[in-house]
């Protein structure tokens, strides 16, 4: 559990930088000092696989803390809109774990909720007396 906690730390604090703009700056810096270094090196070979690597390796690590990155931000947005769905009156507790699932059971859910939008798009307008409008919560069973 350490390691995990040292990895989220790390990845949290290169996420930061590398969104910074003194990341920015300091690719640019990169880059201008490898082009200024051409002449020196006679742009031979060697100084063109010197970026060509050096931006492969830092792309290919990249992808591994921006998808950390967006997990965890997922995650984190996903406990949040259970717990307003819990804690909405008249919410359907059935929808707190959409995201576990299958394709056809979302599709069927989202099927239902397109039907319900349709009836409240052709719908007339509500009266005192109208209990099937827009704004309840409908019956949808999962």
Known sequence: MATRGKFTRFANAASR?????????????????????????????????????????????????????????????????DELIRATKGAHNTLLDLEELEEGELQTLKNRYEALAKRARAGRPKDDNDEDDDTGSPDVDR
């Open 17 to 81: 930088f590398t969104g910074s703009p003194a990341s920015f700056i300091l690719a640019i810096t990169v880059v201008v000092l490898w082009v200024v270094s051409g002449p020196i090196f006679k742009f031979s070979n060697t100084w063109q696989l010197v970026i060509n690597t050096g931006t492969t390796i830092i792309t290919f690590l990249m992808v591994f803390l921006i998808q950390n990155s967006q997990n965890r931000d997922s995650k984190a947005l996903q406990i949040k809109l």
